[in-house]
């Protein structure tokens, strides 16, 4: 059996030498992977989008364009749990759901883009977006490497919104807020302090940080109700 | 092998079971139901006391979709946290799998253990084929043993359930199986979520919120992730509210 594609991506993230930050290094990743030029991480919080990491100045651009403008993929994907693909941003389509973002993304020369969902069910973050040249859709591994790097942007999202520095390897960064564990916890958090299940996961991942150990092992504790979360804990920032 | 002859009911019964399973369409987070009805519907044909579905997600890791049962459904979880187990074996090696005395011996001690320790003295493991691609296992727990005829039922079930993923989406023709999955995988992370507002709500054990959720989408007629969504997104306009 081939190797599993999280592993090659977590290999190709150690490798890279191209980007600071491990947000910044999933960008480089994901656009190499997914056959583009530029690549980014935008999140949606508290009522205002930001752009995580970009891969450069060309995908910060295309970003805050589309803050600015209030227009483009990274709205329409808001929300959902499915992939947006824009397969031609010069075509018909596009012009008419993208009117004021298409022709600054057609200007740079930019002819498709991807934007794949980060969020774990209806908790939903933002996006991880990849530019590419050329129009037309993405092939099947494409689409799944996105999805992957998505799942790797994920992890850092919510460390992020917790407002704590990292302490994970790459290796461990997928799937480390996606284990049933989580999700389970996640909704007691949710149902006990009246918030939503992203503000949920944030609070176990910043009360993990405060304790020193994995998400993981608060997610059991308080599953296994040997663990309650405190209202007044700091629930992070920004 | 020799094949008894079904008894027509029977043979019916099974007939209409594969009409439902491949008469039914999936757009998106309906994939999840197909493969839950999937292992209810083992449970209802097959000598089997409960079975469990795993699929493999874009990035390549094996999750556990669903279950006929939260003991069916704790067994794939710890095959996929502890790394073993015939159902990994199956989902790896696309070949069907089977432990028929689950013993301490065998290839596979610690979940041979959990299994017995559950009433289970024999599980099996199925391929979820889509044309070359193996996309998962179907993993079955029964007290007795299963005939080669029955696993043929069962491999014709999973593999009516599977079609459905390879099923034509007008959108789009292309990545359909790594999207369902993809939607399936998201779908039980909702129901995981609802599962444990439930079990604060009303102090349960994890296993009876699903039980609860599960009996709330029977009296609702809707499917369980669709509860599941009411639950999480705390819709005030859904029948959940007033049902739970």
Known sequence: MAEPRWLEFSRQLEDSRLGTTTAEKICHVAATRVGGVAASISLFVDHAYLALAESGPLALLLDEAQFQLGDGPVFAAQGSAVPLIVEDISGTDARAEFPAFGPIAESKNVGSIAAFPIGLGTAQLGTLNVYRESAGPLSAEEYANGLVAASFALSEAIDYQAGVAKAVSSGELPGRFESSHLQIAAGMVAEALECSILESLVRIRARAFADSVPVLEIAKAIEERTLVLDPEQQKGKP | ?244
């Open chain 2, 1 to 244: 092998m020799t094949i008894p002859a079904l008894e027509e009911a029977e043979a019916v019964r099974l007939a209409s079971t594969l009409i439902e399973i491949t008469s039914s369409v999936t757009h998106g987070a309906e994939t999840i139901d197909i493969f839950t009805d999937l292992a209810q519907r083992c449970v209802r044909l097959l000598p089997v006391e409960a079975a469990g579905i795993l699929l493999r997600d874009a990035s390549g890791r094996i999750q556990v979709i669903g279950a006929s049962s939260p003991s069916a459904h704790l067994l794939d979880l710890f095959q996929v946290q502890n790394d073993e187990g015939p159902c990994l074996e199956c989902s790896n090696t696309g070949e069907p799998v089977s432990d028929e005395d689950l013993s301490a011996d065998g290839p596979w001690p610690g979940f041979a253990e959990r299994a017995r320790v559950n009433g289970f003295a024999s599980t099996y493991a199925l391929p979820l084929r889509s044309r070359e691609l193996t996309v998962g296992a179907l993993n079955l727990f029964a007290t007795g043993r299963l005939s080669e005829g029955q696993l043929v039922i069962a491999q014709a079930l999973a593999d009516a359930a599977t079609l459905t993923l390879m099923q034509v989406d007008p959108a789009s023709d292309l990545h359909i199986v790594i999207r369902r999955i993809h939607v399936a995988v998201e779908s039980r992370n909702t129901i995981e979520q609802a599962q444990g507002m439930i079990a604060q709500r009303f102090s349960l054990e994890v296993e009876e919120a699903y039980i609860r959720l599960r009996d709330v989408a029977h009296e609702a007629q809707l499917s369980l992730y669709e509860v599941a969504r009411a639950v999480v997104t705390r819709d005030p306009h859904s029948p959940v509210s007033t049902l739970l």
